[in-house]
């Protein structure tokens, strides 16, 4: 089955600095990988998707970049505010859903 | 617009109790999902509901059932809970597939 990788697992940025997460992917028949925010006391929600047959993909502040060969996606957020500290989870699908373990990000006012 | 309703938040159980979990969307979604989340570990999926009428098995479904009672509700039931089960529980829907999954806010569940 896929196993999915998300690095680093906690990270503290300066606001108005950027944060990159990264994770990797082991299946290749992976065609599908969603980013979702969860929230202090709240359910995931999706943030960002991508399908395997793009490379990028950007949403205002947000951006996912795929790289298919070396099998791993990164979530790139600019210009960080408060409100974006959460915990961020990447998944990628083959014929399930399979989520990296999260990324607690904190953003220093 | 409620989106994905969860009921209770928090429970907290004795070894050996049972309990059933609630979950209802109004987003007249096809498929329904429950997941758990363990430090650590990500979500984790324990069983779903491609359609009304149907469930199937996830990752992680020993100790745990579910009835999709109708399109819009999907519960998940620990018939004998042990302290392995403490965990988050979430339900989520989505109009089809494992694809822009909606979540509800979550069930806190302790098990003594």
């Known amino acids: 089955g896929e196993n999915v990788e998300q690095h680093p697992s906690t990270l503290s940025v300066q606001e108005g600095d950027s944060a990159v997460i990264k994770c990797t992917y082991s299946d290749s028949a992976s065609n599908y990988f969603p980013w979702y925010k969860q929230e202090l006391g709240k359910g995931p929600q999706l943030i960002i998707d991508?399908?395997?047959?793009?490379g990028e993909k950007k949403d205002q502040r947000i951006a996912v970049t795929l790289n298919k060969t070396a099998k791993h996606f990164s979530l790139h957020i600019t210009e960080t505010q408060p409100e974006d500290s959460a915990v961020y989870f990447c998944a990628a699908n083959d014929y399930k859903l399979s989520f990296g373990a999260g990324t607690t990000v904190t953003v220093r006012a | 617009n409620a989106g994905v309703t969860q009921t209770p938040k928090f429970q907290v159980l004795k070894t050996g109790q049972s309990m059933t979990l609630q979950c209802a969307q109004d987003?007249?979604?096809?498929?329904m999902y429950w997941y758990r989340q363990d430090p650590g570990m990500g979500l984790r999926l324990i069983y779903y509901?491609?359609?009304?009428?149907?469930?199937d098995k996830g990752e992680v479904p020993n100790g745990y059932n579910v009835s999709r009672l109708n399109k819009r509700e999907f519960s998940l039931r620990l018939e004998s809970a042990a302290p392995s089960q403490t965990s988050v529980y979430f339900c989520?829907?989505?109009?089809?597939?494992?694809?822009?999954?909606?979540f509800g806010s979550g069930t806190q569940l302790s098990v003594l």
């Open positions: 509901s491609a359609s009304e009428g149907t469930t």
């Open positions: 989520a829907s989505s109009a089809g597939g494992e694809e822009k999954l909606f």
């Open positions: 991508i399908r395997s047959n793009v």
């Open positions: 987003m007249n979604h096809n498929s």
